[in-house]
T-cell receptor
Framework: EADIYQTPRYLVIGTGKKITLECSQT?????MYWYQQDPGMELHLIHY???????EKGDLSSESTVSRIRTEHFPLTLESARPSHTSQYLC?????????????FGPGTRLTVT | AQSVAQPEDQVNVAEGNPLTVKCTYS??????LFWYVQYPNRGLQFLLK??????LVKGSYGFEAEFNKSQTSFHLKKPSALVSDSALYFC????????????FGKGNQVVVIP
């Protein structure tokens, strides 16, 4: 099992609320990623980071934002949740070096916006 | 940009029979290929990867994959399927020319019939 943690595992929240999805890893990995996945469907990269104070947008446009103030922590924030944000959010990290390092995934947060 | 195709939506196989999950890729430069498995309500678990060297790669839980450069394929195989292998399988590719992000296929649902 990879040492990467996500909280909460499940979240049901009303429209307009601000939410933060937490992701932490204890492996000292420099790279971290956020993916969005509808149940049983493909993954879409929405944010990634190559290190502290580095964040980039991914392939799928997202209204969420991320920060990377500490190596081990990569939270995702939605300022105003909408039903269209209902999905599963997966956090991942990978180790040193640019090539061939597999990503390790957290258990995911299933978000439902009512 | 790199991409992966997993042509089958679902693979059904009887327990004890060989299991094959197909994956073809498109990438500029040398490919770095990965297989992941996802169980219900869980994150992705790394199975195996091809970076260089032998075309037959062995991974976790008795899985292996064969890299075929001429056919741009990286099919996942298991000689004898178990009911517990029923899950969602994702193929992924990373471009070897400096792009550090993974592109995932849409996934294949594997159903092993007792």
């Amino acid at each position: 099992e990879a040492d990467i943690y996500q909280t909460p595992r499940y979240l049901v929240i009303g429209t307009g609320k601000k939410i933060t999805l937490e992701c932490s890893q204890t492996m000292g990995h420099d790279k971290m990623y956020w993916y969005q996945q509808d149940p049983g469907m493909e993954l879409h990269l929405i944010h990634y980071s190559y290190g502290v104070n580095s964040t980039e947008k991914g392939d799928l446009s997202s209204e969420s934002t991320v920060s990377r103030i500490r190596t081990e922590h990569f939270p995702l924030t939605l300022e105003s949740a909408r039903p269209s944000h209902t999905s599963q959010y997966l956090c991942a990290s990978s180790g040193f070096g640019f090539y061939g390092n597999e990503q390790y995934f957290g258990p995911g947060t299933r978000l439902t916006v009512t | 940009a790199q991409s992966v195709a997993q042509p089958e939506d679902q693979v059904n196989v009887a327990e004890g029979n060989p299991l094959t999950v197909k994956c073809t890729y498109s990438v500029s430069g040398n490919p770095y290929l990965f297989w992941y498995v996802q169980y219900p309500n869980r994150g992705l678990q790394f199975l195996l990867k091809y970076i260089t060297g032998d075309n037959l790669v062995k991974g976790s839980y008795g899985f292996e994959a064969e890299f075929n450069k001429s056919q741009t394929s990286f099919h996942l195989k298991k000689p004898s399927a178990l009911v517990s292998d029923s899950a969602l399988y994702f193929c992924a590719v990373r471009d070897g020319d400096g792009n550090n992000r993974l592109a995932f296929g849409k996934g294949n649902q594997v159903v092993v019939i007792p």
